[in-house]
C-alpha cells in the first residue's frame, strides 16, 4: 500500500524557521546519551554552514524560469539537523521558496520520527537524506529529489567501493559541494519542475 498524502500530514510539518530553530535549540541542551554526543559536531558544523548559505545561494535564471512556468506545489522534504547533505542542499530550498512562494511550500519533517515517511521514499533500500517529494495541491506525487546530486551519488558509490572511511569521504564531499556550487542541484531541480509543468 502506497502512502497516503493529505493535509493533516502537511499541517503536522515544520517551516524552514521552525526546522532551523529546532537544530539550534538542540545544540542549546545537553546531549542525553553519548550517541547525541557524538553527533553534536556534526550538526553544529552544519549550522555554521546553513547560516553561510542562507546568505549566499541564489536561485539560477533556468530554475526561475521553470518555475515561473509551473504549478503551485508542496514540497515535503525529510531531513535531520545532523545530515551533511541536507546542510548543502536543504539552504537551497528555502531560497527557492523564499523566491518563489507562490509556488513553492516547503514541509520540513525529520527523518527518525517519520520513518513512516521515509521508508515510503527508501533509496536503494536505505533511509537516505535529505528526500524530498513534490506533491500537487490534491495531493498527488509529481516528482522526487535526493538525497544528493546524481554526480556526487556515484562518487560516494564509488568512494565507499574504494574503502573510504567517513572521515575521509567527508572533505572530498565538501570540497565537491563546494567546486558545483548549488549547480547540479539547480540542474535537477529544473528537470523535475518541468516534467510536472
Avoid at 135 to 157: V, Y
Avoid at 162 to 174: F, N, Q, S, T
Avoid at 188 to 193: D, F, H, S, T, Y
Amino acid at each position: 500500500m502506497s502512502f497516503r498524502y493529505n493535509q493533516q500530514l502537511l499541517a503536522g510539518a515544520l517551516t524552514y524557521s521552525s526546522y532551523r530553530k529546532g537544530i539550534n535549540n538542540l545544540l542549546a541542551t545537553e546531549a542525553p546519551d553519548e550517541a547525541a554526543k557524538k553527533i553534536r559536531h556534526y550538526i553544529s558544523n552544519n549550522v555554521e554552514l546553513m547560516d553561510r548559505y542562507d546568505q549566499t545561494y541564489k536561485v539560477s535564471d533556468s530554475l526561475k524560469a521553470a518555475l515561473t512556468a509551473a504549478p503551485a506545489t508542496a514540497w515535503l522534504v525529510i531531513t535531520e539537523g545532523w545530515c551533511g547533505d541536507a546542510a548543502f542542499n536543504v539552504p537551497m530550498l528555502a531560497a527557492i521558496e523564499k523566491a518563489f512562494p507562490d509556488k513553492v511550500s516547503l514541509h520540513f519533517f525529520l527523518r527518525d520520527s517519520n520513518l513512516d515517511l521515509i521508508d515510503a521514499n527508501l533509496t536503494n533500500g536505505g533511509r537516505s537524506i535529505p528526500k524530498m517529494v513534490v506533491l500537487s495541491k490534491d495531493f498527488k506525487e509529481l516528482g522526487h529529489w535526493g538525497p544528493r546530486p546524481a554526480g556526487l551519488q556515484i562518487l560516494m558509490k564509488n568512494w565507499k567501493n574504494e574503502g573510504l572511511h567517513l572521515k575521509e569521504i567527508i572533505p572530498k564531499v565538501h570540497e565537491w559541494y563546494d567546486n558545483d556550487a548549488t549547480s547540479s542541484v539547480q540542474g535537477e531541480l529544473v528537470e523535475m519542475i518541468k516534467s510536472y509543468s
